[in-house]
Each structure stands twice: as C-alpha cells, then as structure tokens.
C-alpha cells in the first residue's frame, strides 16, 4: 500500500499562489525480512539557476500515498537582482587623505608664520 507514491516540489510566490516545479511518481520495493518497518528514503531535487526576483518565496516538497500526504516545513529563498556587489572605498580614501593632507599643509604653514613673527 505504502510502497506507491507521488513527490511534489512547488513554490508559494509572494501573492499566495501555488506554482508546481517538478513531481514524480515512485514504486518502492521492499527487501524480504523488512516488511511492517518504518523505513527512511531521501530524494534530492536540484532548483536550477533562479530566473528573476519573482522567483523569491517559499519552496516545499511534499509526497502523498493514497490516503496520507506529509508537507516538508518548508525553505524561505530571497532572489536579489544584482546579488552581492563588492564595495569599493577608493573614492573615499582618496578624498579623505586628500583633506588630511591639505589640513596638515595649512598647519604647517600657519605655525611657520607664526614663528616668523
């Protein structure tokens, strides 16, 4: 009875709706000597690259026998548009040891005018 069953993967996008990315049906064969056990299989689904950032939501897998269905709790994926981008300071660090230059020079030269007097 147990042996039959359907895997569903899908995804909840941001408005609620259900969209089906793949499923598939198994028969499972049972060894001699390990019938009436409870027994563990895992099936690994691979999502290839995501296409936007519509594509974010809350991906399931769920399986379902004739009479029972199990849902997967659930994995929460943020789908950015650029990604990571790397932070470049060289402006910043330009400028800022430009203006500690510049105040130095402007010290310097206020404390020779000084001394001159």
Not at 41 to 68: A, F, P, Q
Not at 83 to 107: D, H, N, P, Q, R
Request: with cysteine; hydrophobic share 35%; aromatic share 14%.
């Amino acid at each position: 009875k147990y042996t039959n069953f359907s895997i569903f993967y899908y995804w909840i996008n941001s408005l609620g709706q259900k969209i089906s990315i793949y499923s598939r049906s198994e028969k499972v064969a049972i060894p001699s000597g390990k019938e009436n056990k409870t027994a563990t299989v895992s099936y690994d689904h691979r999502i290839m690259s995501l296409e936007n950032t519509s594509s974010t939501g809350t991906y399931y897998c769920e399986v379902k026998w004739n009479d029972i269905q199990k849902m997967g709790k659930g994995v929460f994926v943020l789908a950015r548009g650029t990604g990571y981008v790397e932070t470049s300071y060289g402006w910043e660090i330009l400028v800022t040891l430009t203006t500690l230059l510049a105040a130095l020079s402007i010290t310097a030269t206020a404390l020779l005018l000084w001394k001159r007097k």
